[in-house]
C-alpha cells in the first residue's frame, strides 16, 4: 500500500518529507518511526546533528 506524504512545514520551519513509500523515505534517510491506529505516521529525519522530528501524516 502507498502513502504519500504532503509537502509542508513544521512551525519551526523543518520539512516535512514528501514520499510515496515508506521505501522512498528510506531512500532519504528518514526514518518510520510509530503507526497510530489512523494510519498517522510519525517521522524523523537523520542528520548531522541527530535525529529530528519533521511531521506527523495521517
Do not use: F, H, I, N
Request: overall charge negative.
Amino acid at each position: 500500500m502507498s502513502v504519500t506524504y504532503e509537502a509542508r512545514y513544521t512551525p519551526d520551519g523543518w520539512p516535512v518529507v514528501a514520499a510515496d513509500s515508506l521505501r522512498e523515505v528510506e531512500r532519504r534517510a528518514v526514518r518510520y518511526v510509530e503507526k497510530r491506529g489512523c494510519g498517522e505516521l510519525l517521522v524523523y529525519q537523520v542528520d548531522d546533528r541527530g535525529e529530528r522530528y519533521v511531521g506527523a501524516v495521517c
